[in-house]
């Protein structure tokens, strides 16, 4: 049974960071590929930055890059995305999920964690 269970999510002014943080539990933890999506209000959802659990370096869409950070800790099996530099056009719903296959696409998550909510004004 998979279970994705985000949190961190808050409001912040324009110019700080937050953390989000997914706690991630499953069958074959350590072969899944993770990223993080968001849904920005009246907009489709969007990939972010995704990243193999069982090694190889990150990748960032352009949205992402040089502000945001994914990171993983497989100890205590959770995935974070680190912000900085937010903007209100980063408000949004961020969403963990899973990729199957690898690839930074709608069409590649075949499992969507619940969201939490970032709201920058």
């Known amino acids: 049974h998979v279970q994705l269970v985000e949190s961190g999510g808050g409001s912040v002014q324009a110019g700080g960071s937050l953390r989000l943080s997914c706690a991630a539990s499953?069958?074959?933890?350590?072969?899944?590929?993770m990223a993080w999506f968001r849904q920005p209000p009246g907009k489709d959802r969007e990939g972010l930055a995704r990243i193999s659990l069982g090694g190889g370096r990150p990748y960032y869409a352009n949205a992402a890059k040089d502000r945001f950070t994914i990171s993983q800790d497989n100890a205590k099996h959770t995935l974070d995305l680190q912000m900085s530099s937010l903007t209100p056009e980063d408000t949004a719903v961020y969403y963990c999920?899973?990729?199957?296959?690898?690839?930074?696409?709608?069409?590649?998550?075949?499992?969507w964690g619940q969201g939490t909510q970032v709201t920058v004004s």
């Open positions: 999920v899973i990729l199957n296959p690898c690839s930074l696409s709608l069409a590649s998550v075949n499992q």
């Open positions: 499953g069958p074959a933890y350590s072969k899944w590929c």
